[in-house]
């Protein structure tokens, strides 16, 4: 049977046919969903909302726009970016920062690493363009997303995300020259 037609089966109702549909796409779904998420049980959880939307949604499919695969996967890839926010820590104020990368009270010992891992990451983030370390320390320890930067900063998205994505190769090869590949 072709996907248009489970699909179309899907949304009449029919249980073999919705059942056919969610069998045919299961692993499919789930691998999108994980890929996101990385987390499998996460995964299972977005590949069913996954199934309800194409279920509740199945009239609303156009076959013009594309496959019924790419639709499935457009759906569980939203979802699972949902499911990830929804799961981020609320972002803290960028003048913290300090007070965040300073050492904890554990033993001397780990107080010790931590410390020097800091004072190490400091230092390579000194060490970037003021623009990219500001992209990079917004992103990464604070969690906003690209456009989030790009609308503290006044500038455009791919200008947050080529920021971004520059400060982290920098901090990469800053932080762990070895494990970068030529």
Known sequence: ????????????????????????????????????VGDPGLAEDVAQQTFERAWRRASSFDAGRGSVRAW?????????????????????????LIR????????????????????ELRAAIGGLPLEQGRAV?????????????????GIPLGTAKT???AAMGKLRVALDPERVKP
């Open 100 to 119: 965040l990368l300073a050492p904890g009270t554990d033993e001397p010992e780990r107080r010790s690493l931590r410390a020097e891992a800091a004072a």
């Open 137 to 153: 320390v917004m992103a990464g320890v604070y969690g906003m997303t690209a456009q989030e930067v790009a609308d503290a900063d």
């Open 1 to 36: 049977m072709a996907d248009e037609a489970l699909l179309a089966g899907l949304a009449s109702g029919g249980s073999e046919v919705g059942l056919a549909f969610v069998r045919r796409f299961q692993r499919h779904v789930f691998g999108v969903a994980l890929a996101v």
């Open 72 to 96: 499935l996967t457009t759906i569980a890839h939203n979802l699972a970016i949902d499911s990830v926010r929804a799961r981020k820590p609320t972002p803290v104020d960028p003048t913290d």
């Open 163 to 165: 920021r971004i994505r």
